[in-house]
């Protein structure tokens, strides 16, 4: 099973919505290729919006389109990059951003506060690498493709331990029901798999 279909299998059926090939054309017009067909695929059937609470994904018809995310992310992370290289530091910032030749193609973010990138390193763009713009800490290359860095995001949300979310020192002072109150909140613990349009 393919991984794409391992997260629509573990998201459930996408609300019924319509969608067309040339949904893509302007943003694919705009980067000059393709973008990854697993990544059309899940954005077509799925449409903008949350992935188990926590990435953001923006198709090109939703309300808040694709391509003016891209706009946006590509001039302040290029002006981010700029002042980073002024300063002599090309570890945070290793790559450029769109429409620099090979620069880094937004498609998404996560509350955690993490920017996620294509990185158009092949020709193929099914070979096309994730590149993690981590929080004021650099970034984390993922060889992709899109659909297996969003089924490793969601396992990861689901795998954590019973108490995540709870500070080490917090949890000798919280009863179990307390810790049960939590967990039903999902304030605490695993995230279940879901997919909230908007």
């Not at 609470?53 to 808040?64: A, I």
């Not at 090979?102 to 390193?121: K, Q, T, V």
């Not at 096309?128 to 297996?148: L, N, Q, R, Y």
Request: proline letters at 11%; hydrophobic letters at 35%; a negative charge.
């Amino acid at each position: 099973m393919s991984s794409l279909h391992q997260l629509q299998a573990l998201l459930g059926e996408p609300l019924p919505r319509s969608s067309a090939p040339d949904d893509w054309n302007e943003v694919e017009q705009h980067i000059g290729s393709p973008l990854p067909s697993d990544f059309k695929d899940f954005l077509s059937a799925y449409g903008s919006g949350v992935i188990s609470g926590e990435l953001v994904v923006f198709h090109p018809r939703g309300s808040r389109p694709l391509l003016e995310r891209m706009y946006k992310t590509h001039e302040v992370f290029t002006e981010r990059r700029a002042r980073a290289l002024d300063h002599g530091d090309t570890e945070h910032v290793p790559y450029p951003f769109h429409p620099e030749p090979g620069g880094l193609i937004s498609w998404g973010y996560d509350y955690s506060g993490d920017e996620h990138f294509f990185l158009p390193n092949d020709p193929d763009p099914g070979r096309w690498k994730i590149v993690t713009m981590v929080h004021e800490e650099g970034c984390e290359t993922f060889d992709g493709p899109f659909s297996a860095f969003a089924l490793a995001f969601v396992q990861r949300l689901l795998d954590v331990d019973p108490h995540h979310g709870v500070e080490p020192e917090a949890l000798e002072f919280l009863e179990p029901e307390d810790l049960e109150e939590l967990a039903a909140a999902g304030e605490i613990g695993p995230v279940q798999p879901s997919f909230e349009p908007f």
